[in-house]
Structure formats: structure tokens, C-alpha cells
């Protein structure tokens, strides 16, 4: 296929986009992001995007809360003058002497919004959340582009980074994954002041999607309030590392904080790791209230799922792909 | 071990000091976390408990254990080889007076002698490795018994066993003589002396000890109460009745109601009631009849040493003596010699003398006269004649004495003391040659008078003059000079009572080949007899010995010798006061370095291993935390 070019390796050294985007991965000694028949297999799915989502009925796949006249009959509604003549429902009218016009579903295209966290936090873990991150976020931006839809890839640190968008067309693939890729650690994370900022840059909403590990001094519930329903239709995809559950620390430990180098005196045991693991619980489970009060989709993930396996799985089931 | 520097241990100090800095400062692992937001949310009330734990980490053990082992290499110790395996010498000395027959008082049961080979018998117990036991007994002599390492403690144990209580005194300084002897270049020895400390006379014999020996007293036994007869003598009365003297002695702080009886011959002679005072003496005389030969006094006994309540006294002063008198003409001298008590004489003519040999003649008094060979025994040549085998007699000299011709008499002699010889006209002296056995006892001019010597089984001495031609026999000198003589030539008697194991020295008949001694167990021992020498015996029973003198199967002699336990200072059972126990002198310089090792070195090199220990350690920690 056409797109085949973009997951060989770079021998030739070259400048064009395909061999540009495998470059990265290649000197890093990583693996690709995705091989050519997952993202096959992803042109297959959608996003579920909300009907109640303002979207242009003139492309796009998703269905809208409009009807119109259309061939595709699905409602009648009286003739007003003005209306095209084409869609006059001739058999109605010979019952019941009503001239009636043929109704249809609408579809159109919606904004996707994906952001995601770039903070040094999301570069911690094996595998890095980061990496999780990228995946993630480079199918979801495909099957956007590949949809119609109108994408745009919102990379976030203390503060909003240069975005990736708004874009249509699967034309900006291999643009959009190298755009993931390239991707640098940010110092911190501002996730609810970034979501504020986005929220009030594109009132008219769309499909958000948040991809962090949601470890921000700011509150989360705060920054949902901006993404209020039905305009926004929000994702949570909440990235876990196994260690955040299970640390494996024991004794005398100086912990040392990845994003701001603050630095912690603790004495693990037992029952401090007993505590350290109800606090956890806690927390996510707050997450979990925040996002179910603020009409979002929470949907933990863990950082050590494979991509196709376990996640794409995971989403259509929690009836985010279809 | 011993220091040489100890000030360096004041570096000790540092391990409160590495304790406290552990305490202070807990070095913690750094892990880097994604964020600190989850762990905040700890709660960490007790985090302030953990810090004052002590954190016993391997790093803190290591560092402890440097600075411990570089504060003993500071110390300088060093090793003595006393520590590592050099034998020790014990020397036990064990009293066996007769004192320590005595019960050890109190509720222990046993004699002293009894506890005290106990406690030898667990020092050779003790012995172990290289290690070497000498036992040696103080008792009126001091006898070294055995010694021997742990593969010879049965013979140990066995001359243990053998011991038995018996004699007076001990004699402390001959024992601790032998024991520094013993100890010769064994310079980790020790003696440990065991008695019952009833010793009055300690003090003297330390003086007479070894010094710089190291030696330790243990004591057995309690101070109890005894009674004894520690003196009976007699006054010689020959003929008639003898008075007999007895001292009988309360060793105890009560007075005490008792009997004395006398035996005499095994008959009771008297019983005496006596009131002792309180530490103090009761004297008894009796006078006791002509013809008793044995006198036995006994005090009422049921004390703590029965061997002392009972003394006995020979009253034989006299050695029986068979003479024969072989002279032409006998008169002056049977005179002088019928005057020595317990005197038998046979006179007999010269021409019927043919050189008699029996066993019944003690002594033979030749007048003018020699047999072909000395007849066995005592022997008295006076005027030898010319022609014999046995003396070389040349002709005779005149018998003016002119001033040159001094009498001059041999200072190893008795027989002239205070005889007056200036006016004794000896008349014609025999020119005799004295022999290799004989020594001249009187010369006049350098001719010998009198000879005295011992030849084969013959005490011999030789009157070189002619008893009639001259006027001795008509002065006071004569008997006594012929008296003396005979007591020379004859063996003495024997003693009228020994102390228990006091050495006696008992003169033989020189016809004597082996004494035999029977004990009053009825034990009997058979002693050679040396020749021309007393023989020393030592008796430690107390009771009557019979002493028989053997030549070939012919008895020359019997006699008893009674034997006492009593004496003041063995019949006192009160415990003197033990010198402290003594440590051996410090070796010589040489001797200390040649034996001590020096362990500096090697604990600095344990020191530097562990360092090395803890820096291989905390770097690959170091390690461990980058990679995490």
C-alpha cells in the first residue's frame, strides 16, 4: 500500500516523510508506533462520536441530530414552499391527499480534539505511559483523518504546545504521526489550565480526547467544567503504570518527583505501602466521580496493555470505537 | 593478651560516635517517582518513631567493625604463648603429717588426707594437652611421688592412693625445695601446696624455702580439739627402780576431765586421773620397778588424732654385748671390761684360743695374741705379736719418752676425751705399720699407739703396746680408755623411743647383712646393711617395731624400737594462718618478646579488608540507584 513506505526502515538516508518518520524510532532503538495491518484493521472502526455533537453535515460519517430531505426515507413532514419538489412523496399524496415531503438521516464530521500529556512523568514506567500515549493517540488521529473528520492533536505541558490541526484527510497521516513522535518531555503538567485555554479557543466543541496519567496538581473536575456537555462529548483515557499501584519500594527511600524535582523522606512498610495503595484507590476513584458528574468517559488504561490486544478491545467495549 | 600502647583504645570512642552519626543522618535509597502527588498523600505520623530507631544496616556494621579493629591495631595487643597452647606445670605438694589423719571437721566426713586427694585427684583431672603434674609429700621428709602429663594420671591417681597420714612435722622447706627444682625451666608453673595448715613451725621452714615461686595454699580441715601425750622419758637407774616422766597436753579452749594408765610390759602399772586445763599441760612420774623392759602410757582418748593418745618407752639402755677375753694374763683388763653394763664375759687361756668363730661373740679382746684372719665383729688387738698374718709388727722401742716424742691423738676420735695420758708410761711400742684400713688414733714420736679401723665384717682396733710392761693399767685412764673403745667398736643401742618419721640412724653390728624390721601391723621389711654406715630408717606408724640383725641365718640381735606420735608440733591441730598465694616473677625481657606475638599487624590488615569491603559495597549501591 501507499502508506507502506512510512514504517521501513531509513537506509538511504533520505529527506522524504515517510523515511523522515521511522527515523526517530529507528535511532532510538524503539519499535514503530504501529505495523501496517493494525492500522488496516483500525480503517475498519470509527470513533463513536455523540449525535449531539455540532459537526458539517457536508462530509463526515457521523450521524447528526438533523434530518433532511434526502432519499433515504426515514419521517415525512408537510410541504412549505421552497422545497425541492424531488423529494415530494407522490404515493403519500395520492392517499392522502396531503402533499408530504421524504425525510432522511443526516450525517456529518466532528471535531476531534486529542490531547495528550507530553509531561516527564508520562516518560516513566516500563514501558514508558508515554509510548502508550503516542500509540493511542496516533490511532485515534487515524481513524479521524481516515473518517472525515476534522482532526487536531493538542500536545500539552505546563501550557499548550504547538497543535498539530485542525485537519482533514487521510492525506495528513504520516504528517500527524511524525508530529507524535517528535514529541520532547515537558517539565510539568497544567492539564486544567491547557483544557480552559482549548475549551475557549473552539466553543463550538467536538470529540475530546484527554490521553495523561492525570498526575497534575490541578484538579481534573475543575477542568471538565469547561467541556460540559452536550457540546463537548469528553474522553478520559487515564494512563496507569502498574508500579503507580504496586511501587515494589521497601525501607528507607528519598523519593524524588520526575516533573518539579521536589523530594520526599519516607520509610516504606507494610502499612505505609497499605496506605500509599487505599490513597490510590482513592484518588482514582475520585477521578472516576469527576468525570461521571461532568458527563465524561473515564477509561483507565494500563501502561502495559498492548495497543491491539487489550486496549482496542477495552475501548469498543466501554462503546468508545465502534 | 596484653597492650602495649593502651591509650590507643581511647579510639573505641569513635564507635558511639559512627552509632550516632547512623542515627542522625539515615542514608536513604533515592527513587525517582513520576510524581509525588500519590505519596503526599501518605500519612506519615509515625515517620519521626523510625528516625530514632538505629538503622542496622550492613554499612553500619562494617563501619563499626573498621573502627574496632583500627582501635585494637592502635592498642598494639599481643599474645601471650601462654595463651596458645604452652604447657603448665602444676606441682602439688600434700601434707601427710600425722595431722592429717585427723577428720576435717565441720559436717564434711573424711580425713584431711582424704579431701586432700581429692582436690589433687581433680587437678589431674584437669590436665589437658601438653600440660605435666609433679606430686610430691610433706611429711617429716619430703618425698616427690611421681609426675607425669594426662597419658600418666593413673599412675598419678595410683600414687594418690598410696599415700597414707603417718610422722611429725612436715617438712614445708624440703617439699618447696623439690618443687622449685621440679620447676626448673618450666617458667608456667605452679605449686599448689594442700595441708591442714597445722603447721607451728611454717614460718621457719618458709624462711628456709625457695623464694620467687608461684604458689598458691589451699587448706582442708577446721581447727579440733586433741589430747596428747607428747612426752615419756625415763631416768636411767641401773639395778634398781626407774623414774619415768610423762607430759600430757589439752589442745582444745574447754579443761578437760581424763585417765592416763601406764602399761609396763603389757601389764597395767597405774591409772591416773588428770584434769587438763584449757590449752595447757598435765606431768605424771611413776617409778617403775626394776625388769620392766616396755613401758606403754595412754591417755583416755576419743579425740580428733587417737594416734597421739598413746606414747611408749623402751627401758633397755643397754645393747647386750658377748665378749670373748683371750689373755695370758686377763686380770686388769677383765676388770675393766666386766665394769660396761650388760657386759658377758669368757675369758680363755691363749694356748686354748684356736680362732673362734660364733655368732654368740660380740666382741673379742686378743691379749698378746692374733688369729690367722680377724674374727667377725668387734675386735680389740692389744700387743700384737710379731708374727701374724694380719698386722705388720716390727720390734719394739724403748719406753722413756723424751720431749720430742709427743703424744699426739686424732681429733675423729672421742675416746680420749678428758683423759689425762701425760703421765701414762705406755712402756715398749710395737712398730706397726698401719694398714690401708686402719687410722691412727694416738702416736707417740710417729709411732702409732692405738690404730681403729673396719676390715671384712670386723670393727678392729689395735693397742700397739704391752699392757703389762708399762703403767696405764694402773691409771684411771685405762678403764676408761678400754670402756670407750668397746663402746666404739660395738654397736650403741637402740633408742629408747623415735618420733613418728623422724629419721633414725641405727648402728649395725658389723657382722649384719640384713636388718628386719617388723612393723606393729605386723608388716615386715627387710633393709640391707651397708657397711661401716648407720643405717637411716624412717618409721611413720607409731607403735612398737621389732628389729632383728641377720648375719647369713644366724640372728646377732633383737631389740624393739618404739615409735611416738605425740609432739607439740604435730599434736596441735589448730590451722595456722596460710602465707597469700605467691605469683611467679616477671620473666626476663628476652623471654617476654620471644614469647609474645604481636597482633597489630594483622588486625590493621582486617581493618583495611573491611574498607575495602565497605567501598566495593557502597559503590555498587551507588550503582544499583543510578540504574533504577
Same mark, same amino acid.
Given at each position: 500500500m501507499w502508506f507502506k513506505t512510512i514504517f521501513r526502515p531509513n537506509r538511504s538516508g533520505g529527506s522524504q516523510g515517510g523515511q523522515a518518520l521511522s527515523e526517530k524510532p529507528s535511532s532510538r532503538g524503539e519499535a514503530p508506533l504501529f505495523d501496517e495491518a493494525f492500522l488496516r484493521r483500525m480503517e475498519r472502526m470509527s470513533l463513536q462520536a455523540q449525535r449531539t455533537l455540532r459537526g458539517n453535515p457536508s462530509s463526515g460519517e457521523h450521524p447528526s441530530r438533523h434530518q433532511i430531505p434526502? #432519499?433515504?426515507? #426515514?419521517d415525512h413532514r408537510p410541504y412549505s414552499s421552497g422545497d425541492d419538489l424531488r423529494y415530494v412523496d407522490w404515493n403519500a399524496y395520492a392517499r392522502h391527499d396531503h402533499v408530504l415531503l421524504r425525510l432522511g438521516e443526516a450525517e456529518q464530521d466532528v471535531n476531534v480534539h486529542l490531547l495528550i500529556d507530553a509531561s516527564r512523568s508520562m516518560m516513566i514506567g516500563r514501558p514508558p505511559r508515554m509510548r502508550l500515549a503516542q500509540q493511542l493517540v496516533g490511532a485515534l488521529g487515524y481513524l479521524a483523518l481516515a473518517h472525515s473528520d476534522r482532526l487536531q492533536v493538542v500536545p500539552f505541558g505546563p501550557s499548550a504546545m504547538p497543535v498539530f490541526g485542525p485537519t482533514q484527510g487521510k492525506a495528513r497521516m504520516i504528517e500527524m504521526l511524525r508530529f507524535i513522535e517528535g514529541l520532547t518531555p515537558q517539565p510539568a503538567t497544567g492539564l486544567a489550565s491547557v483544557i480552559r485555554q482549548h475549551a475557549r479557543r473552539f466553543p463550538q466543541g467536538g470529540l475530546i480526547v484527554i490521553c495523561s496519567d492525570l498526575l497534575s496538581p490541578e484538579g481534573l473536575a475543575e477542568a471538565l467544567r469547561s467541556l460540559a456537555p452536550p457540546r463537548w462529548q469528553t474522553l478520559v483515557l487515564h494512563l496507569i503504570d502498574q508500579r503507580d499501584l504496586q511501587p515494589g519500594l521497601q525501607g528507607p527511600l528519598e523519593l524524588e518527583d520526575s516533573e518539579t524535582g521536589q523530594r520526599l523522606e519516607l520509610t516504606l512498610d507494610d502499612e505505609t505501602l497499605a496506605a500509599y495503595r487505599r490513597s490510590v484507590a482513592e484518588w482514582r476513584e475520585g477521578l472516576a466521580r469527576a468525570c461521571a458528574g461532568r458527563g465524561a468517559t473515564y477509561a483507565p488504561i494500563m501502561s502495559h496493555w498492548p495497543l491491539e490486544q487489550q486496549v482496542v478491545p477495552y475501548l469498543r467495549a466501554r462503546r468508545l470505537l465502534r | 593478651m596484653t597492650f602495649l600502647v593502651p591509650l590507643g583504645l581511647l579510639a573505641l570512642l569513635t564507635l558511639p560516635l559512627i552509632l550516632l552519626l547512623h542515627l542522625m543522618r539515615e542514608r536513604r535509597r533515592r527513587v525517582v517517582v513520576p510524581s509525588l502527588l500519590l505519596w503526599q498523600l501518605v500519612p506519615r505520623r509515625q515517620e519521626a518513631q523510625r528516625r530514632r530507631r538505629l538503622p542496622l544496616t550492613l554499612l553500619l556494621l562494617l563501619h563499626l567493625l573498621a573502627a574496632a579493629l583500627l582501635a585494637l591495631a592502635l592498642a598494639h595487643p599481643q599474645w601471650l604463648t601462654d595463651l596458645l597452647g604452652r604447657e603448665r606445670h602444676l606441682v602439688v605438694v600434700i601434707d601427710t603429717s600425722a595431722s592429717m589423719a585427723a577428720p576435717i571437721g565441720g559436717v564434711s566426713v573424711g580425713s584431711r588426707l582424704d579431701a586432700a586427694r581429692a582436690r589433687a585427684r581433680a587437678l589431674v583431672g584437669g590436665l589437658g594437652g601438653r600440660d605435666t603434674l609433679t606430686l610430691i609429700a610433706a611429711g617429716p621428709e619430703a618425698r616427690l611421688l611421681d609426675s607425669a602429663g594426662p597419658a600418666g594420671a593413673a599412675r598419678l591417681l595410683a600414687a594418690l592412693d598410696g599415700l597414707e597420714a603417718g610422722g611429725v612435722g612436715s617438712d614445708m622447706a624440703s617439699a618447696l625445695t623439690l618443687s622449685a627444682a621440679d620447676m626448673q625451666g618450666q617458667p608456667a608453673g605452679q605449686v599448689i601446696v594442700i595441708t591442714d595448715a597445722a603447721l607451728p613451725t611454717l614460718d621457719a621452714d618458709l624462711r628456709r624455702a625457695p623464694e620467687r615461686l608461684a604458689l598458691s595454699w589451699e587448706q582442708v580441715g577446721s581447727a579440733l580439739p586433741n589430747r596428747a601425750l607428747i612426752t615419756l622419758s625415763a631416768r636411767p637407774n641401773s639395778g634398781g627402780p626407774t623414774d619415768v616422766y610423762a607430759r600430757a597436753t589439752n589442745y582444745s579452749g574447754a579443761p578437760v576431765r581424763s585417765v592416763v594408765r601406764l602399761y609396763g610390759d603389757g601389764r597395767l602399772l597405774d591409772t591416773r586421773q588428770v584434769s587438763f586445763p584449757a590449752q595447757g599441760d598435765v606431768e605424771l612420774t611413776w617409778t617403775v620397778p626394776a625388769g620392766v623392759g616396755m613401758l606403754r602410757a595412754e591417755v583416755d582418748g576419743n579425740d580428733?588424732?587417737?594416734?597421739?593418745?598413746t606414747a611408749w618407752l623402751s627401758l633397755v639402755s643397754a645393747r647386750p654385748l658377748r665378749a670373748l677375753l683371750v689373755s695370758a694374763s686377763p686380770a686388769s683388763i677383765e676388770r675393766a671390761l666386766r665394769a660396761v653394763p650388760g657386759m658377758s664375759l669368757q675369758v680363755i687361756d691363749p694356748a686354748d684360743y684356736v680362732g673362734q668363730e660364733s655368732p654368740n661373740i660380740d666382741l673379742t679382746v686378743l691379749d698378746g695374741v692374733l688369729p690367722e684372719r680377724w674374727p667377725p665383729g668387734a675386735v680389740l688387738a692389744i700387743n700384737p705379736p710379731g708374727k701374724n698374718n694380719l698386722l705388720d709388727v716390727g720390734g719394739l722401742s724403748g719406753s722413756l719418752a723424751s720431749e720430742a716424742d709427743q703424744l699426739r691423738s686424732s681429733s675423729d676420735t672421742t675416746i680420749f676425751d678428758g683423759v689425762s695420758l701425760g703421765s701414762v708410761d705406755f712402756g715398749p711400742i710395737h712398730a706397726i705399720t698401719p694398714p690401708d684400713w686402719a687410722q691412727t688414733l694416738l702416736s707417740r714420736g710417729g709411732r702409732p699407739l692405738i690404730l681403729r679401723g673396719s676390715v671384712d665384717r670386723s670393727e678392729v682396733a689395735v693397742w700397739a703396746f704391752d699392757l703389762g710392761q708399762g703403767n696405764l693399767t694402773t691409771r684411771l685412764a685405762f678403764p676408761l680408755m678400754l670402756v670407750r673403745t668397746v663402746r666404739d667398736l660395738t654397736p650403741a643401742a637402740l633408742p629408747a623411743s623415735a618420733l613418728a618419721g623422724q629419721p633414725v640412724g641405727l648402728r649395725l653390728d658389723p657382722r649384719t647383712d640384713v636388718v628386719e624390721i617388723t612393723a606393729p601391723d605386723g608388716s615386715v621389711r627387710r633393709l640391707a646393711a651397708p657397711e661401716g654406715e648407720a643405717l637411716p630408717i624412717s618409721l611413720d606408724a607409731p607403735g612398737v617395731y621389732a628389729l632383728r640383725e641377720l648375719a647369713g641365718a644366724d640372728e646377732v640381735f633383737a631389740g624393739q624400737l618404739p615409735v611416738n606420735a605425740g609432739a607439740a608440733r604435730e599434736s596441735d591441730l589448730t590451722p595456722r594462718r596460710l602465707p597469700a598465694a605467691t605469683a611467679a616473677p616477671p620473666s626476663a625481657s628476652s623471654d617476654s618478646e620471644r614469647d609474645s606475638r604481636p597482633l597489630w599487624p594483622g588486625l590493621a590488615a582486617a581493618a583495611l579488608i573491611v574498607m575495602l569491603g565497605e567501598w566495593v559495597y557502597v559503590h555498587a549501591r551507588r550503582t544499583a540507584v543510578r540504574s533504577a
Open positions: 434526502t #432519499s433515504i426515507f #426515514s | 580428733s588424732l587417737p594416734a597421739d593418745d
